[in-house]
């Protein structure tokens, strides 16, 4: 079935090391983003990409970084920089770059905790 | 700027009892609206989208929602909640640029008591 695979699921780190979070997609998606979300206060936009090679700043990309080689991957990884990076982290992806159609689709989510 | 404001952070419902979760919106242009789905440590569904044509929208599980243009709102509404309805609810607004993100709302936690 096509849809968002994001991996791991549950993932424990100590302070000061960069942990890795994998999104793939099977959609053929041109467009893919990265979501954290806090208790009480939505989603927030930490990067996103419309292309292969490309991507843009979010609202909160500060500690944050991704790449984006290939069309179907959109790896993101939260550095030592990051303050505060236990959260709840949702990758997502919509059909077409340039025509927000509004309907995103999303993976399961990734729940990083920093002891 | 367009912006989208959840105007109840809770709601709780008994089961069978109707379900309001209200939703307005700030937007100098016809926004597309949206409502979203999540239940507990899943990702967002798209429950429900308007854009531009009815104003009554209908979505899955029996919920719906009304465009409002002058009272600029867009509230989720479901006759008779059932306890899997239980679940976080986002209300999402389109930027006036195809290139640019969705807005979401903070999102309203729904509980439905037995």
């Known amino acids: 079935d096509g849809g968002i695979t994001q991996s791991p699921k549950y993932l424990f780190r100590k302070e000061g090391q960069n942990v890795t979070l994998s999104c793939e997609q099977n959609?053929?998606?041109?467009?893919m983003y990265w979501y954290r979300q806090d208790p009480g206060q939505g989603l927030r936009l930490i990067y996103y990409?419309?292309?292969?090679?490309?991507?843009q700043k979010g609202d909160i990309a500060e500690g944050y970084s991704v790449s984006r080689e290939k069309k179907e991957s959109f790896p993101l990884t939260v550095t030592s920089a990051q303050k505060n990076p236990t959260a709840f982290y949702l990758c997502?992806?919509?059909?077409?770059?340039?025509?927000?159609?509004?309907?995103?689709?999303f993976g399961e989510g990734s729940r990083l905790t920093v002891l | 700027a367009q912006s989208v404001t959840q105007l109840d952070s809770h709601v709780s419902v008994s089961e069978g009892t109707p379900v309001l979760l209200r939703c307005n919106y700030s937007?100098?242009?016809?926004?597309?609206l949206f409502w979203y789905v999540q239940h507990p440590n899943k990702g967002l569904q798209l429950l429900l989208k308007?854009?531009?044509?009815?104003?009554l929208v209908k979505g899955i599980n029996g919920f719906e929602a009304e465009f409002k243009k002058s009272e600029t709102s867009f509230h989720l509404t479901k006759p008779s909640a059932h306890m899997s309805d239980a679940a976080e609810y986002f209300c999402?607004?389109?930027?006036?640029?195809?290139?640019?993100?969705?807005?979401f709302g903070k999102g309203t936690r729904l509980s439905v008591i037995a």
């Open positions: 997502a992806s919509t059909p077409f770059a340039g025509s927000n159609t509004g309907e995103l689709f």
């Open positions: 959609l053929n998606h041109d467009a």
């Open positions: 990409s419309q292309i292969v090679n490309d991507f």
């Open positions: 937007s100098s242009y016809s926004p597309s």
């Open positions: 308007y854009t531009s044509a009815a104003t």
């Open positions: 999402v607004v389109t930027p006036p640029s195809g290139n640019t993100p969705l807005v």
